[in-house]
């Protein structure tokens, strides 16, 4: 609430008047890494760190945008301008690109936006793969939508905001982001079917706390490597075809098909298909377990997760592996793992909520003596999703 009314004020001292506010979340994944381009399943869960958007509608069609915000993709406190009649919109290749993205793809599927001030604040802690790009284009797009007095179709605004790092970013993201940060629940992971885009709420066990764990390092091959995995994953459906008859992603591969045919791929494309056949069995596992109650089973499910993401898909490194090896022998931890993107950024850890104080402590030392490096904790609740914000 403080944040909201000093982006309120804020905004005021700016522009002169007081605007109306939109928040939404960044996320954290449970499970299924890699597996919504593939047409998988995912079990995310959107957090109660979130970008906010002040905004307020203007009589002709400019976007004026100032970013006070301090996440990855809001580096620097700057004001921009786009026209939305813009003809030929070109990428400026920085933050910016995530807010007129929004309002292109919106416009292009046939939104007709008024133009607007904008004021972005967030508190999605910064390049730690927990998805402050997705927070910010589904506030901006919740924002602009709403303010221009149009229906918001979540569905809709999460595919548009997909759009906008898929063909104005450049990052070939799949939809679990900007999908959970219109719908996740407070107290709720949601797994997700990213081919009917139908999901399911699966509520975390309050005996148990999420804690997430920074390590500070965020390899800058990240987005390269990214488009590359899924390349590798194409080449593999392109292969296995030849087989199984015209597949369309490896979500319509099984264990077995995937076995029975591996000398038809290269030995990397066959460990990447193993690692997403696998992780979508695991996502869809680890929602029944949480579900049944059963934290062990979940937990060995994310050490298992983990393993595959370091040795068969390789997008683990060096600090994400010691923070996993560091929480897997701490009292009261059901298991651990690296989530979101990889290449650095987090890993997400399943703890008993009596023995979190005792493992943020302890884990925090050991990383830093290891490493050097002080890492941030994060102990988390699921949160709600994007939305209006009343001061
Ligand atoms: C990033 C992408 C998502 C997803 C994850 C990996 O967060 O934006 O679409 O692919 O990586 O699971």
């Excluded at 299924?32 to 995310?44: A, C, K, R, S």
């Excluded at 934290?295 to 683990?316: K, N, Q």
């Amino acid at each position: 609430m403080t944040n909201a009314k000093s982006l309120s004020d804020e905004f005021r001292r700016a522009w002169g008047a007081t605007p109306r506010l939109y928040r939404a979340p960044g996320r954290v994944n449970l499970m299924g890494e890699h597996t919504d381009y593939n047409e998988g399943f995912v079990l995310p869960a959107a957090l109660e760190f979130s970008t906010m958007a002040a905004i307020l509608p203007r009589r002709d069609r400019r976007l004026r945008v100032h970013s006070l915000a301090q996440s990855e993709s809001l580096a620097q406190s700057e004001t921009a301008e786009f026209d939305l009649d813009e003809p030929d919109p070109s990428p400026r290749h920085d933050w910016t690109d995530y807010v007129f993205g929004v309002a292109i793809m919106l416009e292009r599927a046939g939104y007709r936006l008024c133009g607007a001030d904008l004021m972005l604040q967030s508190t999605v802690p910064r390049g730690a793969g927990m998805s402050s790009s997705a927070a910010l284009e589904v506030s901006v797009g919740f924002a602009l939508l709403t303010e221009s007095g149009l229906t918001v179709d979540l569905i809709d605004l999460a595919r548009c905001c997909q759009r906008a790092e898929n063909e104005f970013v450049g990052m070939r993201c799949g939809i679990m982001d900007q999908f959970i940060a219109c719908h996740g629940v407070a107290g709720h992971a949601l797994l997700l079917d990213c081919r009917s885009l139908e999901f399911r709420l699966v509520p975390v066990d309050p005996r148990a706390c999420l804690v997430i764990c920074n390590t500070m390092v965020r390899h800058e091959l990240a987005s390269s490597e990214y488009n590359l995995r899924r390349q590798d994953c194409e080449r593999g459906v392109a292969l296995l075809s030849q087989a199984l008859g015209p597949i369309k992603a490896l979500r319509d591969v099984t264990v077995a098909e995937l076995e029975q045919h591996a000398a038809l791929l290269p030995e990397v494309t066959y460990r990447r298909c193993r690692h997403i056949v696998n992780d979508n069995i695991r996502a869809v596992q680890a929602a029944e377990a949480l579900e049944k109650g059963d934290l062990h089973r979940f937990g060995a499910l994310m050490a298992e997760s983990h393993i595959s993401t370091r040795d068969d898909y390789e997008i683990s490194c060096r600090e994400l592996d010691l923070m996993v090896e560091l929480a897997l022998p701490i009292e009261g931890v059901y298991g651990s793992r690296m989530t979101g993107g990889g290449f650095g950024g987090c890993t997400v850890s399943l703890v008993e909520a009596g023995a979190v104080e005792h493992f943020t402590e302890t884990i925090a030392k050991a990383y830093r003596e290891a490493t050097g490096i002080v890492p941030e904790i994060f102990t988390c609740s699921p949160g709600p999703h994007v939305g209006p914000v009343v001061l």
